[in-house]
C-alpha cells in the first residue's frame, strides 16, 4: 500500500492536513507535502475531495514477509474497563507468540486510559502501544481505522488479534481492507503452522455445519476476529510489567464524520450480558412453550445470573435472539451453566461447553449434553429446576 500525491490535482485545502494522524503533512506554496513522520495510514487519501491523494493498493503476493514481526492484540474497554474478550485474547496471544518466539503486544487506544496499561501487562502483554486524543474517547470507525493502519505500517506486526464483538467486526475489516491485509472473521480455533509460520485459524461454515481452516500465505499482517468466550484468559499476574511505546497521533474533530452525541447503556430485559456473565441458566425445546421460560428465570435470579437459550427455543420465537447460546448465537465460558432441557446439539455446546461446570438437566438419559456435563441430573425439569429454585432461595 502506498499514498501518492497529484501535485497538479491539489489545491491547498487543509483537508489532508486535519486528517493526518501523524502531523506528516506540511501545506508549502499551497501544496501538501508530506514528510518523513507518515506512516501510509490513508487517513490522507479517504479526506481529499480533489483527487489529489491516492491510496494505491496492491493485492498480489509481494509482501516481504520476513519484515514482519511479532503478534498484536487489540484491547478494547468500555467505561475504563476492559472487555472481557481482550483478556481472553491475551492468554491465547501469550501461547502463540511463546510458539513463535516473538513479543506479544497490546495496542490501547483511547484518552486517558495510560494507566489501564498495567492490567495488560498483568494478563501476558510484554509491551503496549499507547495512542492518546480526545478524538479517541469514544470509539470511531474512521479515527481508529487510521491510527491503528498507521502503528500496524511502522512497527510490522507479522499477526494482530482482534475481539469479534460489534466494535471489533467493524474495525477489523477496515483496517485489513486498507492494508490489503488478510482478515478471517470469527474464528474460534486458532494456533501456528511451524513450518511455514503461519496463522492457522479456524471458524464455522455453513452455518456451523462445518469447520473451515483457512491461511494467509502472502498477505501481512494475519488478521483474525476471534469470539468472545472461546479463548481462555490468563490468571492475571500484577507484578508482571512491560514498556510502554505511546504513538503520538494529533486528531482533528473536523476531520472525524461521525458524532458521538450520548453515550446510553441499557441491558436487554435487565438481563446480564451473556459473555460477561459467571452463571448462565439456558432453556431449551424442552420447556414446551414460552411461559415455562418464567422457570428459567426464576432459577438464573436466584442464582445472580444470567438467561440463556438454545436456537431451537429461539427459532419458536419463546425467547428474543440475544440470548442464544451456541455457534450461531453466543459464545460463553461462565464459572457455571445449567442447560434445561436442551438436548445438546453440535452448535450448542460448541458456544458452552468450556464453561467451567455444566449441569444439565433431560429427561433423556441418552441427550448428547449429557456427554460434556459435570453433573447430570435426568428427570422432570419441571420438578427438578422449582425445587432448586426454591432451596436457593432458603439457602441465600
Not at 60 to 73: A, I
Not at 106 to 126: I, P, R, S, T, W
Request: proline letters at 5%; one cysteine or more.
Amino acid at each position: 500500500m502506498a499514498v501518492r500525491l497529484i501535485i497538479d490535482n491539489c489545491t491547498g485545502c487543509k483537508l489532508c492536513l486535519r486528517a493526518c494522524p501523524y502531523g506528516a503533512i506540511d501545506i508549502i506554496d499551497d501544496k501538501a507535502q508530506f514528510d518523513d513522520n507518515c506512516t501510509q495510514c490513508g487517513a490522507c487519501a479517504a479526506s481529499c475531495t480533489f483527487d489529489a491523494i491516492l491510496l494505491e493498493t496492491s493485492y498480489t503476493p509481494d509482501v516481504d514477509v520476513d519484515q514482519y514481526r511479532g503478534l498484536w492484540v487489540v484491547a478494547e474497554h468500555l467505561h475504563d474497563q476492559f472487555r472481557r474478550g481482550t483478556f481472553e485474547l491475551l492468554g491465547e496471544g501469550r501461547r502463540l507468540a511463546d510458539k513463535l518466539g516473538v513479543e506479544l503486544a497490546a495496542v490501547l487506544l483511547g484518552e486517558g486510559v495510560a494507566d489501564m496499561a498495567k492490567g495488560l501487562f498483568a494478563h501476558g502483554a510484554d509491551r503496549v502501544y499507547l495512542a492518546q486524543d480526545p478524538v479517541l474517547a469514544h470509539y470511531r470507525t474512521g479515527p481508529y481505522t487510521d491510527v491503528l493502519s498507521g502503528m500496524i505500517n511502522q512497527h510490522k506486526p507479522e499477526i494482530v488479534l482482534v475481539s469479534a464483538t460489534p466494535q471489533g467486526r467493524d474495525l477489523a475489516p477496515r483496517v485489513a481492507a486498507r492494508l490489503s491485509a488478510g482478515l478471517t472473521a470469527d474464528c474460534t480455533g486458532l494456533d501456528i503452522d511451524d513450518e511455514e509460520r503461519l496463522l492457522v485459524q479456524t471458524r464455522p461454515a455453513f452455518g456451523g455445519n462445518l469447520m473451515a481452516t483457512i491461511i494467509s500465505r502472502h498477505a501481512r499482517p494475519q488478521m483474525a476476529t476471534v469470539r468472545p468466550g472461546v479463548m481462555k484468559a490468563l490468571d492475571p499476574d500484577p507484578s508482571r510489567t512491560g514498556e510502554i511505546v505511546e504513538i503520538a497521533v494529533h486528531l482533528d474533530e473536523r476531520s472525524v464524520i461521525a458524532k458521538v452525541v450520548e453515550t446510553v447503556q441499557q441491558e436487554a430485559d435487565g438481563q446480564v450480558n451473556l459473555q460477561d456473565a459467571d452463571i448462565i441458566v439456558s432453556g431449551g425445546r424442552g420447556l414446551g412453550k414460552p411461559e415455562h421460560f418464567a422457570l428459567i428465570r426464576e432459577l438464573a435470579e436466584a442464582l445472580g445470573g444470567a438467561v440463556g437459550a438454545s436456537r431451537a427455543a429461539v427459532d419458536a420465537g419463546w425467547i428474543p435472539a440475544y440470548h442464544q447460546v451456541g455457534q450461531t448465537g453466543r459464545t460463553v465460558q461462565p464459572k457455571l451453566y445449567i442447560a434445561c432441557g436442551i438436548s445438546g446439539a453440535v452448535q450448542h455446546l460448541a458456544g458452552m461447553s468450556t464453561a467451567d461446570c455444566i449441569v444439565a438437566i433431560n429427561k433423556d438419559p441418552a441427550a448428547p449434553v449429557f456427554n460434556i456435563a459435570t453433573y447430570s441430573i435426568v428427570g422432570d425439569l419441571f420438578e427438578i429446576v422449582p425445587a432448586l429454585t426454591k432451596k436457593l432461595r432458603e439457602v441465600r
